[in-house]
């Protein structure tokens, strides 16, 4: 997705848009859309290298995030990274790090 405030947009032609760009500002956002009385463009602005991985995941579909990353993401080798270690962490019992 290209980086465009979104939020902004929506206000524009009449839609309540809203955009969070710190982690503590998310609770706030979601209690003012779901308040609002029109279509909500909820605009959150997030780390590209955060996982894009579903917590259960095929190994299909992780191959076709992976292919996808290889044909030229510039976040590929970050994503990778990131993706990894939330696999790991779902493969270690909670608690064993204590």
């Known amino acids: 997705?290209?980086?465009?405030n979104y939020?902004?947009?929506?206000?524009?032609i009449g839609l309540n848009g809203i955009r969070v760009e710190r982690s503590e500002d998310v609770g706030?956002?979601?209690?003012?859309?779901?308040?609002s009385n029109r279509p909500v463009v909820?605009?959150?602005v997030v780390d590209?290298?955060?996982s894009q991985l579903p917590?259960?995941?095929t190994l299909t579909q992780a191959h076709n995030l992976f292919s996808a990353l290889?044909?030229?993401?510039p976040d590929e080798v970050g994503v990778i990274k990131e993706?990894?270690?939330?696999?790991?962490?779902?493969?270690?019992?909670?608690?064993?790090d204590k």
């Open 1 to 4: 997705m290209p980086h465009f």
């Open 7 to 12: 939020a902004q947009y929506a206000d524009q």
């Open 28 to 35: 706030p956002a979601w209690d003012r859309a779901l308040a």
């Open 42 to 44: 909820f605009d959150a």
């Open 48 to 50: 590209p290298n955060i």
């Open 55 to 57: 917590p259960h995941i």
């Open 70 to 73: 290889a044909k030229g993401d």
């Open 83 to 96: 993706s990894i270690k939330e696999v790991l962490a779902g493969l270690v019992p909670h608690g064993a």
